[in-house]
């Protein structure tokens, strides 16, 4: 089947969360590997990983403390160090055999602006915070279809959380490639995935290579 565009999911697919946790565990004055241990905990829970703050802090605000940290000057960061050693060669691959390329996840606008900076060898960024509607909502994914070119079976989504990316994807009519990157790829199997791989680098070979 034909493949036109393929979409990246942005956290644990193409770049790594360990800064993100890092600033949130330095603003709370908590050991990072106190509150590492306690996001792994809720993912192997199945549970929404800022339950991790609300374990250290009980009763946080998460959105009100968020707000807090931008306003301190403490807001989301990104640059190369962040991305997954694989990220950009994947993406410079695809888009040179003539794929479309897209980035877009359940991140901020500010995320949107920081990738955007980084030159990434994509067609397209966008974040649930740009287009005012997160994942696993299905008007995320409209959003996908109506953006990236061809008809939905010949887009691919790229992510690492099943229930955040596989699932809503393929209701969508997408194709999809469950990444098993980060703790929630790693431990939460996704057996409707038309792909499932453990690099960008074994995901591009299969796709360049018709299989």
């Known amino acids: 089947m034909r493949i036109r565009s393929v979409v990246f999911d942005i956290g644990e697919t193409l770049t790594n ?5 890092a600033d949130w565990a330095r603003w709370l004055g908590v050991p990072q590997h106190t509150l590492s241990a306690l996001v792994g905990m809720v993912v192997a829970q199945e549970r929404d990983n800022a339950d991790a703050l609300r374990i250290l802090r009980p009763g946080i605000d998460v959105g009100a403390e968020w707000r807090a940290r931008q306003a301190a ?3 989301d ?8 050693p694989d990220a950009r060669p994947a993406l410079s691959r695809l888009r040179a055999a003539g794929l479309w390329v897209g980035i877009a ?3 901020n606008a500010d995320v949107g602006r920081l990738l955007r ?3 990434l060898p994509a ?4 974040t649930s915070g740009e287009w005012g509607v997160p994942k696993p909502s299905p008007a995320f994914f409209e959003r996908v279809t109506a ?3 061809g008809s939905p079976d010949e887009i691919v989504y790229v992510g690492d959380h ?3 990316d596989v699932t809503p994807a393929r209701a969508a009519g997408l194709r999809t490639a469950h990444l098993r990157r980060g703790p929630i790829g790693l431990t939460t199997p996704a057996p409707e995935a038309d792909w499932t791989v453990s690099s960008l680098t074994e995901l591009t070979d299969l796709l360049l290579n018709g299989q």
């Open 123 to 126: 067609d397209g960024i966008a």
């Open 73 to 75: 000057g403490h807001g």
């Open 77 to 84: 960061r990104l640059d190369e160090t962040d991305l997954y």
């Open 17 to 21: 969360d360990t800064r993100y946790w």
């Open 105 to 107: 996840g359940n991140q």
């Open 117 to 119: 900076g980084l030159g």
């Open 162 to 164: 099943p229930a955040n």
């Open 147 to 149: 953006w990236a070119p």
